[in-house]
């Protein structure tokens, strides 16, 4: 597998961007593609409970330690649109192991960073499913969606189930050798179909970072977390959330401008 660049893996201005909003949203959580639980335990750090999903038995210790705690549940279901079985891709590494993330219901094929090496078969419910046993509440704080290419077929399978905070992956095409369903643009358009007239991109190419409102257009090699956002709460957080974005604009002029003074200053010493 391919180093992972550092900077692919933190995301520290998504939950700058979350927390603008957590004051105005109802109390409680669905994590969908959980991992080791860190989303989890940041919303429960803000005094939300809620419950988490996420098949692969390697992260099961952390989750159910993470439940121990009794804000949180966990449960060892794949979500995707509808109920039934499916196969689980695990990514390992060079030497077999399975690593920590990257893992999907969607496998890739021949990409140099992705290796699904080993599957699980696992049970595939839907949010509306589980809403319609009580596993789930219909209406939510925060749903946060971290599939791996699968984040479309999860809200298509909402039913009934809104949160007042929406957040999905996307990738743009140079990214991976696959996971077409992770467009942006195809999330947006569901989302709207949902019902949510807010959104934010927090886009990040290469090194640069820049939170967008309600783009409608995204570049190649884009990556990042789309939040939709219901209208009560994105008006609420207005001006906290049109500060978040003047500091990513900040960071990103800075950035350039230091890079254009180095170029200045090679073609100085050139001379």
């Known amino acids: 597998m391919a180093t992972v660049d550092n900077n692919l893996l933190s995301q520290e201005t998504d939950s700058r961007l979350l927390a603008d909003f957590l004051p105005h949203i109802k109390k409680n959580y669905v994590d969908v593609g959980a991992e080791k639980g860190s989303f989890a335990r940041f919303l429960m750090a803000h005094g939300l409970h809620g419950v988490c999903f ?3 038995p390697k992260h099961a210790p952390a989750l159910d330690a993470l439940a121990r705690s009794g804000a949180a549940q966990h449960y060892a279901f794949a979500i995707d649109q509808e109920d039934g079985q499916a196969e689980f891709h695990i990514a390992c590494d060079e030497a077999g192991n399975p690593l920590d993330y990257f893992h999907s ?57 809104r949160a007042d905070v929406v957040i999905c992956e996307f990738f743009t095409p140079g990214i991976y050798k696959g996971w077409e369903e992770a467009d942006p643009v195809g999330l947006l358009r569901e989302a709207r179909r949902l019902g949510y007239d807010w959104w934010l991109a927090l886009r990040r190419r290469g090194d640069a970072e820049l939170i ?19 209208a009560p709460v994105f008006e609420a957080a207005r001006e906290a959330v049109g500060q978040r974005i003047l500091e990513s604009e900040e960071r990103l002029w800075s950035t350039l401008e230091a890079q254009a003074t180095a170029k200045r200053r090679k073609r100085w010493f050139a001379w």
Do not use: M, Y
């Open 54 to 56: 996420e098949p692969l």
């Open 105 to 161: 219901l969607q496998r890739l094929e021949d990409d140099p960073r992705v290796r699904h090496r080993q599957k699980l078969a696992v049970t595939c419910r839907s949010l509306a499913s589980l809403c319609a046993e009580g596993l789930v509440e219909e209406h939510l704080g925060v749903l946060k969606i971290d599939t791996e290419g699968n984040d479309l077929r999860v809200l298509r399978g909402l039913g009934p189930v």
């Open 212 to 230: 967008s409102l309600c783009p409608t257009a995204f570049s190649e090699r884009e990556w990042g977390n789309l939040f939709f956002v219901r």
